[in-house]
DNA sequence: ACCTGAACACCGTTCAAGT
DNA sequence: ACCTGAACACCGTTCAAGT
């Protein structure tokens, strides 16, 4: 046994890492084993840990990965219109984002995976990158607000808007489907956005 | 061994029902297990299906147990201030209590421990009775908006500072202490609810 | 050096067997 | 009828042993 190499170690990361995202995608994250990666690859359960430290290790460059396409998907939101306007389609596609990639959106917030374990800094980072196009439209939309009251406008609404797709996708509200959801997601933008605009001068 | 009639089947239910919960407020979810709560209330893990169907089961009538404990928590927020400042209010009380029982508030919304079961219909009443304070509220300060129109903004608004809580305290935002994330709430509440109020007659 | 696969510790759940 | 505890299936992780 032992000693194929019919991949390097760079290849069998990316294949595992595939793998992986394709189990999550169809089965979601409850379903995902090392087992079944390895399965998957046409390799066994010791090959996953010679390119991760463990579960949690790969999970969080899954998470990465989800990251990194939602920003993609929130980049593709043009931005030369009113910042009203501008702040209601990012809304809009955080939200469609989270539908069309339900399972991947989800175990962003799944933290039962990865116990008490410190986050890294380039993680963060990704997440600080993520609040950008919202903080941009709220520099516009106040400019004369400063620095801090702009990061933490752009922080409330955001993860409002968060918590209503958490609620509502999650099941724990009572709302009936997609298009519920977003009404109620156009209520919070415009509201808040109003509401901002007429204290700062 | 066996027939030891020391305790009624309620009396053990409400023993496992509370070694659990201390266990949970302890230790955290992932710490709860069926060999725990056995060991802590003097039984074996057989016992403990005699009163719940399953984890899932008894993790349920522990979310249900906590749902009650918040209501209580928002009750005691004093309603008879202005609209406004109850809406602050008790979102600040929200905030609290997510902060004080941290381990059973993430418990909440930790959907993995309980696959794609329906959630029986007495909890989701539960979650609604938890609305009722906010809509009371909306009521209050839009009285000639429509019913379905206030429970959107309660819905809103409640989601909104439910999604600061879940960003701030799992550590995804950075913030730093309950302080900030309160300060965050604030500026969520306020604009909110000025927003909402200048667009309605 | 790379990879295997058996082994380990630890889960939730079941159920034949005792009293 | 009540309760036990051994057994089962299934996890993540490790590591001595092969090539």
Redesign the interface.
């Known amino acids: 046994m032992a000693r194929r190499s019919e991949h390097t170690q760079d290849e069998i990361r990316s294949m595992v890492l595939n793998a992986a995202e394709t189990i999550l995608i169809e089965d979601?994250?409850?379903k995902l084993k090392v087992r079944n990666i390895a399965m998957e690859i046409g390799y066994t359960v010791g090959s996953i840990y010679m390119v991760f430290d463990n579960m949690a290790d790969l999970i969080l460059h899954l998470k990465a990965r989800t990251l990194d396409d939602m920003a993609l998907h929130l980049q593709q939101v043009p931005s030369n219109n009113t910042a009203q306007c501008c702040l209601l389609d990012l809304s809009k596609a955080y939200l469609n984002f989270a539908n069309q990639h339900f399972n991947r959106w989800?175990m962003l917030?799944?933290?039962?995976k990865t116990?008490e374990s410190v986050?890294p800094d380039w993680y963060?980072h990704k997440?600080?990158q993520l609040f950008r196009p919202i903080e941009y439209q709220f520099e516009r939309l106040t400019p004369n607000a400063s620095a801090e009251q702009t990061q933490?406008?752009a922080?409330?609404?955001w993860?409002?808007?968060?918590?209503?797709c958490?609620?509502?996708l999650?099941?724990?509200?009572?709302?009936v489907g997609v298009r519920d959801v977003e009404?109620?997601?156009v209520?919070?933008v415009?509201?808040?956005?109003?509401?901002?605009a007429?204290?700062l001068p």
Do not use: E, M, Y
């Open positions: 979601g994250l409850a989800n917030f799944d933290h039962t116990p986050t963060k997440i600080t933490r406008a922080q409330a609404l993860s409002g808007v968060h918590g209503i958490c609620l509502s999650s099941g724990s509200l009572d709302v009404a109620t997601v209520v919070l415009n509201s808040f956005v109003r509401g901002w007429s204290d």
